[in-house]
């Protein structure tokens, strides 16, 4: 069972490139989310998705930007790469049901730096 | 919107004692969740207990328990018999009914042998 897959694992960019960084999910989740987490420091929500077709800014979505086409793909997509950019990302999903909501499934993470 | 505070950058505690970290939120919202996740140098983020807003009984999962007081917008995780293993960042996370979740800046907690 693959949960959350992120790719890629690591990345360099060059200031002013564009990269889209990948991430799926293979249990039918509903909710995705977009963090960064720079050095030392906690999860900050870029993007968060519902459902397929809808999204929605989080804390920090300046310099990026999302699309949800799918229930399972929630690629996030940096425009011009900046060195404040630099950071681990990691994609999240989760399932809200009936009665309750269900953890976050953590993607392993993608470590870029923007040099 | 929503804020999640962790008042402590760091904390140690001695193998096998007890540790309570602190964790405070702001919000105008009456339905939500509260949640604590580990994260190991290996970087993977652990659930480690949940709290549903309207439940009053604080929720416990082994040696992990937690002290919600849904009026003081607190909810702090207690460890007890602290391991060697429990040596990690620890973070306190807000999530409205909705799906925005919001992660505190975390606590590096040490146990020392």
């Known amino acids: 069972n693959a949960g959350v897959t992120q790719t890629p694992k690591f990345r360099i960019l060059k200031i002013g490139q564009s990269m889209t960084l990948q991430c799926a999910q293979d249990m039918n989740h509903n909710y995705m989310y977009w963090y960064r987490q720079d050095p030392g420091m906690g999860l900050k929500l870029i993007y968060y998705s519902v459902g397929a077709g809808i999204t929605d800014k989080g804390e920090v979505p300046n310099g990026y930007n999302v699309s949800r086409s799918t229930t399972e793909d929630f690629p996030l997509r940096l425009e011009l790469a900046a060195p404040s950019q630099t950071s681990v990302y990691f994609c999240?999903?989760?399932?809200?049901?009936?009665?309750?909501?269900?953890?976050?499934?953590f993607g392993s993470g993608t470590q870029l730096s923007v040099l | 919107a929503q804020t999640v505070t962790q008042s402590q950058p760091e904390m140690s505690v001695q193998e096998a004692e007890t540790v309570t970290l602190s964790c405070t939120y702001d919000t105008s919202e009456s339905n939500y969740y509260l949640f604590w996740y580990k994260q190991p140098p290996s970087r993977q983020m652990i659930l480690v207990i949940r709290q549903e807003a309207y439940k009053q009984q604080n929720a416990t999962e082994n040696r992990f328990s937690v002290n919600f007081q849904k009026a003081a917008k607190s909810f702090s995780l207690k460890i007890s018999d602290s391991q060697l293993g429990d040596t990690a960042m620890y973070f306190c996370a807000f999530m409205k009914h909705g799906g925005d979740m919001r992660f505190g800046a975390g606590t590096r907690l040490t146990v020392k042998p």
């Open positions: 999240a999903s989760s399932y809200l049901r009936t009665g309750g909501y269900e953890k976050l499934f």
